[in-house]
């Protein structure tokens, strides 16, 4: 059945893992997909045994930072097996990625197939309980060995996973937000649409400082005027404003197209509610806030699904939403997807890839 060759690990290295402390990201399965382009065209793709690769110190994607990623889930299905969710839509915006750092895309259903057969493969490593999945973790990036401030001539594409945990140990808790006005994520016309290295260093000082401060995140605003909202650390943002659902449009050209984002929208038109993809200020946030019709703020993403904001802090004043509750909105959307995800409703919008086993 299999597409790929494999080579199998000798030695499973399932024991280490401490499934009641399943920290994000820290344990790797077994097994990586990997693919190599050269002389202009990808390989066939392999699946081999997780383990150090040999690297150069003049790997230019070291130096220049040429590299992009994806993140999605595989969760244990109620129906048994497992659902990949979404993974058309993770392998087309590593498409849209590598236009924006000059690398070569990947053919979506090949790395599809990768995914599922390493899924399949690694089926151990995917955590039992609701809550908990299976972080895959497609990472391409030039792969040649040279200084000169040009795009690589080969690329390497490898896919990772690693089980987590729920984001929720206690339940839907609400966060609070720093809206930053020192530092800035990205420009239109710059690469804050790609999902590339650079844009994940350039936000860790802010996100640093914002820790510190006691704050989870930070909001972004548009680089140029600071006014207009951008997104979260590793979120989109939506507003519930006076019943409507807003959240900032893509032709801002400065914030990454989420897949959860596209998902809560999808589902949000279909639920009947009034939904607007338009530009939104911090300051119409603050106003609707003072009128008291700002009724929820939640970030979205894979790795939260939904993420309640309970407080926005800008130019040093807090701004309390809901009372710090979740609310219903951010609620309906994160059931009715886990739900999905989970295989404990029908997915009748085929967004789940099911693996059986
Ligand atoms: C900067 C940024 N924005 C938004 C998102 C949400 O995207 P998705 O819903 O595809 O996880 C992420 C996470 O991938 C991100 O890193």
Known sequence: ????NIEKTKESRISEVDWNNLRFGVYFSDHIFISDFV???????RIEPYRALPMEPGLCTLHYGQTIFEGLKAFKSAKGGANIFRPDMNANRLNNSAKMVCLPEFDVDTLIEGIKELVMLDRQWIPQERGQSLYIRPVMFGSSNFLGVTASPTTRLIVMTSPVASYYAEGLKPIKILVST???RAVKGGVGMAKTAANYAASLKAGMEAHSKGFSQVLWLDGVNRKDIDEVGAMNIMFVIDGELITPS???GSILAGITRGTVLNLAKEMGMKVTERNISIDEVIDAH???????VFGTGT???????GMLSYLDKEYVINNMEIGPVAQKFYDTITAIQY??????????????F
């Open 182 to 184: 020192e530092y800035v």
């Open 290 to 296: 003072n009128k008291g019709i700002l009724n929820e």
């Open 250 to 252: 893509l032709d801002k």
């Open 1 to 4: 059945m299999a597409k790929f």
């Open 343 to 356: 295989g404990e409703v029908e997915d009748t919008r085929k967004w789940n890839v099911k693996i059986d």
């Open 39 to 45: 002389d202009g065209k990808w390989d066939g793709g």
């Open 303 to 309: 790795a939260a699904v939904i993420s309640p904001v």
